[in-house]
């Protein structure tokens, strides 16, 4: 079985590929979204996501650490390893301790917050051209921005999790209010759709005016909505 699933949250994936191999479905491979499933007696595995230190690349050591933990290494996506271990060895956890688990979100965030910076870098760049007449690549920009918003919401979650982990260390929370005020997801969605609507605005077949309409009305109230949500969520 394949499925396709974009996920930018490990928790909310992990979370996911352990109910499918509650239902007998045991991921063995990933690659540009799709995940292959295989069958496998219900709830015979535990997947866990881990943060590797280099992009593409594990250890030895790392590998070595796993293997003698019993644990599999199913694959490595980026920075992404995906690991396993048989259900009746008992729970499977890879970070125990407060400290460790913020380190490791710490990771998460710095590669959220490079990968932001590039898109941003890209999506400058393509509004340039944009503003210099090429208006045929504003679709693309939308798109950029829309990515930009979900990696803000996702560094947004990060930084609530460090607060609170931070907390139980008796740390004092930051009273910064933006660092907690996640975009909400109608501001790229709606940017998608209206992406949408301007690649098919040159498309001449009946019935597609309406298409494009019905789809820059509706990106522009989930923009407005989100935008308002968004100014009113901490």
């Keep these: 079985m394949t499925k396709f699933k974009l996920l930018f949250n490990k928790d909310e994936e992990t ?4 109910d499918l191999a509650a239902q007998g479905w045991a991921m063995r491979s990933f690659f540009g979204g799709f995940y292959s499933f295989e069958r496998c007696q219900p709830g015979e595995y535990i997947y866990q996501i881990d943060f590797a230190d280099k992009f593409g690349h594990l ?15 199913v694959c490595q996506w980026g920075f992404w390893v995906i690991l ?8 499977f956890e890879l970070y125990t301790d407060v400290e460790s688990t913020m380190e490791h979100y710490r990771k998460i965030r710095t590669m959220f917050k490079v990968v932001t910076a590039f898109e941003i870098i890209c999506f400058f760049v393509q509004m340039t051209a944009v503003f210099n007449g090429s208006v045929g690549i504003l679709p693309a920009a939308l798109i950029i921005l829309a990515l930009i918003l ?6 947004s979650r990060i930084n609530s999790i460090l607060d609170e982990l931070g907390q139980r260390q008796g740390q004092p929370a930051e009273d910064v209010g933006w660092r907690r005020r996640k975009p909400s997801l109608l501001l790229p ?3 998608f759709l209206n992406a949408i609507a301007l690649l098919i605005s040159n498309i001449e077949i009946p019935g597609y005016d309406t298409v494009k309409h019905v789809l820059q009305v509706s990106a522009i109230v989930l923009m407005v909505v989100g935008i308002y949500r968004t100014a009113h969520r901490l």
């Excluded at 979370?15 to 352990?18: A, Y």
């Design 15 to 18: 979370v996911w590929i352990n």
């Design 59 to 73: 250890s030895r050591d790392y590998r070595d650490f796993m293997e003698e933990m019993g644990v599999e290494i």
């Design 84 to 91: 396993r271990r048989p259900a009746q060895e008992g729970p």
């Design 150 to 155: 979900v990696l803000m919401r996702e560094i």
């Design 189 to 191: 969605v709606g940017m």
